[in-house]
Nanobody, 124 residues
């Protein structure tokens, strides 16, 4: 079983940048497909980005394409989400998650382990 801890959230003005980190412990991160999700107040948790085990394949939801970049450093057991050109609608709690799936998946139900989340607030 893997434990996930997110960090790097905070408040930023529209157009700014943040870099989220997700540190894993308990098992080697390279074992898992990794994803980032977010949940805004009153809304369901939604997919943001995912990355395969080697880091060579990535997927993004349309609203963040060209602005967000997911990456991983398996030697550091860490996954990152670089968020640029942030918008107020990006405000949410951001979660990283690990999946035992063989292929990259984007459905919330396909992820087996979750972090506690980190708040991102973008002001206009």
């Amino acid at each position: 079983q893997v434990q996930l801890v997110e960090s790097g959230g905070g408040g930023v003005q529209a157009g700014g940048s943040l870099r989220l980190s997700c540190a894993a412990s308990g098992r080697t991160l390279s074992t898992y497909i990794m994803g980032w999700f977010r949940q805004a107040p009153g809304k369901e948790r939604e997919f943001v980005a995912a990355i395969n085990r080697s880091g060579g394949i990535t997927y993004y939801t349309d609203s963040v394409k060209g602005r967000f970049t997911i990456s991983r450093d398996n030697t550091k057991n860490t996954v990152y989400l670089q968020m640029n050109s942030l918008k107020p609608e990006d405000t949410a709690v951001y979660y990283c998650a690990a999946s035992n799936s063989i292929v990259v998946v984007i459905a919330t139900r396909s992820y087996d382990y979750w972090g506690q989340g980190t708040q991102v607030t973008v002001s206009s």
